[in-house]
């Protein structure tokens, strides 16, 4: 795939951001990658250009039919001043399990990983030093086509953004708050709620911000079902440590299968710690509260990649975990991931890739 490359010029480059206060998503680089395809060329035209608006049609698909996907990972520059990447192509190929399900063209993940490489290399002095900084990478896809009918687009356009990133909770690496809903669902299996549709996020919303106002950092999903079983926070996977074991909810086809979430398996599992997939109810959870068995709660995800869990609020009865501080299989892990994605430490498994 050959790619042209259009550069900013001097005069168009942005003044680069305090990396002491940088936030999330609200500061973009110089450039960003876009490919268009149809039916007829399939993707073609890929283009490294300025960050710059898109003109769309104002009966374009995406925007009325919500065929939209999209993606989250980081590079991290590290160990050598080198920067990398934390298991690039595991979220392109989730990213083709979305496009599947929401009935998109699909991408080539090898071919996209080099256009990938291409901009963050060519975007590279954004990528921040500061400790704990990142540039976040957001590949997206949305139905182009011109047309009111509710069935696959023809037209699709994919690009990539990039984005320096702080701290994706105020509270940093601290534990955060979670309000668990039984009001709201995310999610049921034969859905959407295993794959990262925009739809999936606008639907969460509302939730989130009744739990904001009740000052809670997230909401915890519980089964669309029987309102139960806990499923997973709006922006990471969830996991428990009682009475000595790993807690998480099995993947189902309502839960979206996180490539930290499975990072966080296979660790603690070479660990030798007893680790268990299996359904879990939020009473199970408030009991094991109750017999002083929870000793930790934490998210995991990229934009957080570990989050510890100080307090959970469930009908009317707010629970303080660990004392609300981080535990200590919470902080092990975190350690372990950034010494890894930092290159201050081997990379057992292969996870990360060089520019």
């Not at 989130?208 to 909401?219: L, S, W």
């Not at 303080?320 to 991931?337: F, H, M, P, S």
């Amino acid at each position: 795939m050959e790619i042209i490359v259009q550069k900013a010029e001097d005069s168009e480059l942005k003044a680069k951001p305090d990396e002491s206060a940088l936030g999330f998503g609200n500061i973009f680089t110089d450039h960003m990658f876009v490919m268009p395809y149809n039916t007829d060329k399939g993707w073609h035209d890929p283009i490294i250009k300025k960050y710059q608006n898109f003109s769309l049609d104002p009966s374009a698909m995406a925007l009325h039919y919500g065929q939209a996907i999209f993606e989250g990972l980081k590079a991290y520059r590290g160990k050598g001043n080198k920067i990398r990447l934390f298991r690039p192509m595991a979220n392109l190929t989730r990213m083709n399990v979305s496009a599947a399900r929401m009935c998109m063209a699909q991408i080539e993940p090898k071919q996209v990983l080099s256009a990938l490489k291409k901009l963050v290399s060519i975007d590279q002095d954004w990528v921040p030093s500061a400790k704990g900084s990142t540039l976040y990478i957001r590949p997206t896809m949305i139905a182009s086509e011109a047309g009111l009918g509710v069935r696959p687009a023809q037209e699709y356009l994919f690009f990539i953004i990039l984005s320096p990133v702080g701290a994706y909770y105020a509270e940093g690496f601290n534990p955060v708050k979670i309000y668990v809903t039984d009001k709201y669902v995310r999610a049921v299996r034969g859905g959407v709620g295993h794959v990262k549709t925009a739809g999936n996020y606008a639907a969460s919303i509302m939730a989130a911000m009744e739990a904001k106002e009740k000052g809670y950092t997230q909401v915890l999903w519980l089964d669309a079902v029987e309102r139960r079983y806990v499923e997973e926070v709006g922006t990471m996977n969830i996991f428990f440590k009682i009475n000595g074991k790993i807690i998480t909810p099995p993947l189902g086809g309502s839960i979206l299968p996180g490539v930290t979430r499975d990072s966080v398996l296979r660790i603690t599992k070479d660990w030798g710690m007893d680790v268990q997939e299996r359904p879990i109810t939020i009473d199970e959870v408030m009991e094991a509260n109750t017999r002083g068995e929870l000793e930790e709660s934490f998210g995991t995800g990229t934009a957080a990649v570990i989050s510890p869990v100080g307090e959970l609020y469930y009908k009317g009865e707010a629970v303080t975990i660990n004392g609300g501080k981080t535990g200590e299989v919470a902080q092990r892990l975190y350690d372990e991931l950034e010494a890894i994605q930092y290159g201050h430490k081997p990379d057992p498994y292969g996870w990360m890739e060089s520019l």
